[in-house]
């Protein structure tokens, strides 16, 4: 220590003459303590005031500039010298030197500072803002065949990529084409992964994917999972994962997604639909989920309905059922609900068998499984009076569905569960339906979605409940009672923030009511007739013509 003591002063000595002789001693001498013991050295190094002076050390024209940068990056390896570093104005002179030709210099540069920022986002935001994405983006694509400094590259990008703010300066550079003209060079398991970790944080902005498409990158990771789907070795399924998977990521921007589509004709698309069938279950889950990707706009679904893949999915489906994956299932009802989206897609999709797979899965005790489900059986009867009809009348379906409205720690499937029964009633209009929704207990549900904060479910939990009053008042009066439904109806049309469509149906359904006595009589002690008549003056016509209608009615009935 007492060599360190000696070999600081001669270097704060040093610094100001620039002896370049005596520096480089100096240096050799810290960076040999610093390897011995790098926490006790770097301490000595503050203390003795050494990290202000070494801005002036860090010439691009000075041959120990390599030194110092090594020097700063082994003292950032300490968590409480980063700061004092940034304090000491090393960032500005450390980014100029990324413009050397000097590849040692380049190298420790980086290590120097990719330690000074590491694990903070301020310091690495304020790296973006001084331009360093495009200048290592061009180190990259000059220094390609040092295998120290393009790894020195990757793992910057792998830090900065993260930042959102980093993304726009990423998609203004020739990053993808660098990247997969690298990754095409690379044969070790390790090198791929580097690249891999920063192909996904990038593949998240939309431009940055159709970028990586247009440079190639799709088919490199066709080629690694042909590579690797047989293949046991942990290192083959992780690459295996981690191709399909950002082949997944790929489809999700709009535009990379449609080029690789390419009207249902694309060898990629083609590629992915062949995975389906696989016996390897992450290809199946890749394969189902860039389905359910494609699936993204009417065109391709109707065209992906057309050419039989709705049949891949449902023989997915069923090899699942028993001690299925839970991931597998997931997707492929996801795909299967996109492609039920287009009204044309509806009744092929029931013609195909698809309710009967989808119901298989109703013993589900999986959340996401159990909301894909739902989700699905939706589409499919929105608009088909016969499928809601069959549907409706499936006490077993309905009983599952008033369990699940009930299921509070899940907010989506509890809100599914309430609109699959709405719809049921909505769609097939039919009273044995009402009756089936009645006697499962139904209704008391239906009548708390009308007071839900989405204005849509309220809407089409009125509907239906106008419905069960048209259809069978007599069988619902006593659920109507107990659930107050004639209190929340007063609730949303005194409230002023309720919509126009909110309050049309209100009335219509108090009109509905009005034959059950018990009801009736909720009416009148409620005074309805005032919140209405005020409702004459509303600034929409069809509000305030109903309101006149409703008033009528409430009067001849008083």
């Known amino acids: 220590m007492d060599n360190l003591s000696e070999a600081l002063e001669k270097l ?13 001693s100096c240096l050799d001498c810290l960076l040999k303590a610093l390897a011995n013991n790098n926490t006790e050295a770097s301490m000595k190094i503050q203390e003795m005031g050494i990290l202000p002076l070494l801005p002036t050390l860090l010439s691009p024209q000075s041959s120990c500039t390599p030194k110092v940068a090594n020097m700063i990056a082994e003292v950032a390896k300490n968590e409480f010298m980063r700061s004092p570093c940034v304090e000491a104005g090393l960032i500005p002179p450390l980014i100029q030197l990324l413009n050397s030709t000097d590849q040692e210099v380049l190298l420790q540069t980086g290590r120097a500072l990719g330690n000074i920022c590491y694990d903070s986002h301020s310091l690495q935001a304020q790296l973006i803002n001084m331009g360093v994405i495009p200048t290592l983006v061009k180190l990259l694509g000059i220094h390609s065949h040092n295998t120290a400094l393009t790894e020195m590259c990757l793992i910057a990008f792998g830090n900065l990529a993260e930042l959102e703010s980093s ?120 394969g189902a989920l860039a389905i359910a990707n494609f699936a993204r ?32 299932q997931h997707a492929a009802l996801s795909a299967l609900r996109n492609l039920a989206i287009p009204v044309v897609n509806k009744s092929k999709m029931l013609s195909a068998g698809v309710a009967d797979v989808v119901l298989k899965f109703l013993q589900s005790e999986m959340p996401p499984v159990q909301f894909k489900l739902l989700g699905t059986l939706r589409m499919l009867i929105d608009t088909q009076a016969e499928a809601a009809d069959q549907l409706g009348t499936n006490g077993k379906l309905v009983e599952r569905l008033v369990e699940w409205c009930e299921a509070k720690d899940h907010a989506g499937v509890m809100g599914e569960s309430n609109r699959l029964l709405s719809a049921l009633i909505r769609h097939s209009k039919s009273k044995e339906v009402v009756r089936t929704v009645i006697q499962g207990g139904g209704v008391k549900h239906l009548v708390t979605m009308a007071t839900s904060e989405h204005m849509i479910m309220q809407n089409e939990a009125l509907v239906a409940l106008g419905l069960i009053a048209a259809l069978d008042l007599v069988a619902a009066e006593k659920d109507f009672v107990g659930a107050n439904l004639v209190s929340v109806l007063h609730k949303l049309l005194s ?6 469509e909110i309050k049309y149906n209100s009335m219509i359904l108090i009109c509905a009511v009005m034959g059950s006595e018990p009801l009736h009589k909720e009416v009148q002690s409620l005074a309805f007739i005032d919140v209405v008549s005020k409702l004459r003056a509303h600034e929409n016509k069809t509000v305030s013509h109903q309101a006149s209608l409703t008033e009528q009615r409430l009067t001849a009935q008083s």
């Open 12 to 24: 704060k000595l040093a610094s100001t003459d620039s002896a370049t002789d005596s520096v480089e």
């Open 167 to 286: 993304k726009e300066q990423f998609a203004s550079t020739n990053i993808a084409e660098e990247l997969v003209r690298l990754f095409q060079k690379q044969i070790e398991h390790e090198k791929k992964e580097m690249i891999f970790e920063v192909l996904a944080p990038l593949a998240e902005n939309d431009v940055i994917k159709l970028q990586l498409v247009e440079a190639g990158l799709v088919e490199c990771l066709l080629e690694v999972v042909a590579q690797t789907v047989d293949g046991e070795r942990e290192e083959d399924i992780a690459q295996l994962k981690t191709s399909s998977d950002l082949m997944v990521l790929l489809l999700l921007g709009d535009e990379s997604m449609q080029k690789l589509f390419e009207g249902g004709k694309g060898s990629v698309f083609q590629r992915v639909l062949s995975w389906i069938p696989s016996h390897n279950h992450q290809l199946q889950l890749a």
């Open 297 to 328: 706009n009417d065109g391709n679904c109707i065209h992906m309905v057309d050419t039989g893949i709705v049949q891949k999915l449902l023989d997915l489906l069923d090899r699942h059922v028993e001690e299925g994956n839970v991931t597998v």
């Open 495 to 500: 409230d002023e923030r309720s919509a126009p």
